[in-house]
Structures are given as structure tokens and as C-alpha cells.
């Protein structure tokens, strides 16, 4: 069974960081592009980044581009998503997912095998 674990959330002051990690378990990474969604309180999921199986191409949401970066270590079956200059909007339940590809448009119904999401919350 294809599953991924988010880990790496937390409570940051608005300018701090977090690097967030998706782990896969029953399969392996490197095959698949690899997606990062958060969902806000009252608000949909919105697309954040991903990442194609080979690394070689990566997509950011407007509102993270700059801020956020995007890596993977398939030796380490793991995806990561560093997060610098966190603001309070920021705030969110963070989820990572599967896909064949990685495309610019980040729609949520491109991905699936999605983990049960961690918490980051940025607040003073």
C-alpha cells in the first residue's frame, strides 16, 4: 500500500523556518512527481509546490515563490519542503501527495496516496 508521512511541523514566529519532510513507506519515491498542499482554516486546499521524480523540474505557488524550496533524496525515499520567512498566512495543515508528474497548475486532483498532513502554525 502507497503511503506518505508528513513530519517536520510546528508552532514558528512570523521569519522563522520549518523544513517539512514526506517519507514513503511500501514504495519507492523516485518515480513519482511529489506535491505539497495546505488547507487554512475556512479555506480550500491550495497547491504549494512539487517536484518531478527526477528533481529536474519544480513549481511554486505565487505566494510562496522566493520563501519556499522544494528537494528531494530518493537514496533517503524522502521529500522535503523548506520553509523560510513563515508568515502569519502561512498557517495551515500541510499535506504532501503522489503524482505522475509535477505541472504548474498544482491541482489536487492530479495527486493521490496523500499523508495525513502536519500542523505549521506561525504566530508571535
Known amino acids: 500500500q502507497l503511503q506518505l508521512v508528513e513530519s517536520g511541523g510546528g508552532l514558528v514566529q512570523p521569519g522563522g523556518s520549518l523544513r517539512l519532510s514526506c517519507a514513503a513507506s511500501?514504495?519507492?519515491?523516485?518515480?513519482?512527481?511529489i506535491g505539497w498542499f495546505r488547507r487554512a482554516p475556512g479555506k480550500e486546499r491550495e497547491g504549494v509546490s512539487c517536484?518531478?521524480?527526477?528533481?529536474?523540474?519544480?513549481n511554486y505557488a505565487d505566494s510562496v515563490k522566493g520563501r519556499f524550496t522544494i528537494s528531494r533524496d530518493n537514496a533517503k525515499n524522502t521529500v522535503y519542503l523548506q520553509m523560510n520567512s513563515l508568515k502569519p498566512e502561512d498557517t495551515a495543515v500541510y499535506y504532501c501527495?503522489?503524482?505522475?508528474?509535477?505541472?504548474?497548475?498544482?491541482?489536487?486532483?492530479?495527486?493521490?496516496?496523500w499523508g495525513q498532513g502536519t500542523q505549521v502554525t506561525v504566530s508571535s
Open positions: 511500501g514504495f519507492t519515491l523516485d518515480g513519482y512527481g
Open positions: 501527495a503522489a503524482s505522475i508528474w509535477c505541472i504548474r497548475t498544482l491541482v489536487p486532483g492530479d495527486y493521490g496516496s
Open positions: 517536484i518531478s521524480s527526477s528533481g529536474g523540474v519544480t
